[in-house]
């Protein structure tokens, strides 16, 4: 009978041992997986973010739609500038004044256009799959929207690609998911969301911190 209640011991022994062991290491683990999962849909938001930036700066908004920004990409042009100081006549003061004085102008000279695509993606075709979630065993996109904000009487361009942490975690244990959407702190990525660009104020940053790249 003694023997049956050290071996009883035993048990509960390594079990709560055991018990232990999965509440430090299971947290430990999921942090692991969680920075390899947050820096793959970042480097995608980088993506996006460059594509939207270059489409403002081509047609003067951003656009909300998938398929339109990526036969945008197909298809847009930058045009290439120089820009340059010279001096000309100032006509007017010659008129006013009737004495002949030079001014300095800044002349923007065109030199042509290069594919929007090739100048941010190199020959790389990554900007068709820009919008999926890149995790194994994940089907889902990035919500994407674009619009403008009133600022100072002046609508303003905005844009915002977003993915939610249960998306990106899927599969996880949902206390520590939960515990994650809670997180604050500079170290870390802020609230449910992954996200660029904001619809409620100017501003295409990242939510993201330093140590997965620059998210300005």
Avoid at 47 to 52: C, G, H, M, P, S
Avoid at 110 to 138: A, C, E, H, N, Q
Avoid at 179 to 199: F, T
């Amino acid at each position: 009978m003694k023997l049956v209640i050290q071996l009883v011991l035993w048990i509960v022994i390594f079990f709560l041992g055991y018990l232990v062991f999965n509440s430090i290491y299971e947290p430990i683990k999921f942090n692991k997986l969680k920075e390899a999962r947050y820096a793959k849909v970042i480097e995608n938001l980088k993506d996006i973010r460059q594509a939207e930036m270059a489409h403002r700066t081509v047609t003067g908004r951003f656009e909300g739609d998938w398929d339109k920004l990526v036969r945008f990409l197909d298809t847009a042009q930058f045009t290439l500038t120089q820009r340059r100081d010279t001096t000309v006549m100032d006509e007017e003061y010659r008129k006013t004044f009737g004495v002949d004085q030079l001014k300095e102008i800044v002349v923007i000279d065109t030199l042509g256009k290069r594919s929007v695509k090739d100048s941010l993606f190199g020959g790389s075709d990554r900007y068709k799959r820009m919008m999926i979630v890149p995790i194994k065993g994940v089907d889902a996109k990035f919500e994407l929207q674009a619009g403008t904000v009133a600022k100072n009487e002046t609508r303003i361009p905005v844009f915002e690609a977003r993915i939610a942490k249960d998306i990106v975690l899927k599969g996880q244990d949902k206390d520590l998911i939960n515990q994650e959407k809670e997180i604050v702190g500079v170290d870390e990525v802020p609230g449910p969301y992954i996200s660029v660009g904001s619809m409620e104020e100017v501003n295409t940053s990242g939510n993201w911190p330093l140590r997965y790249g620059d998210a300005e």
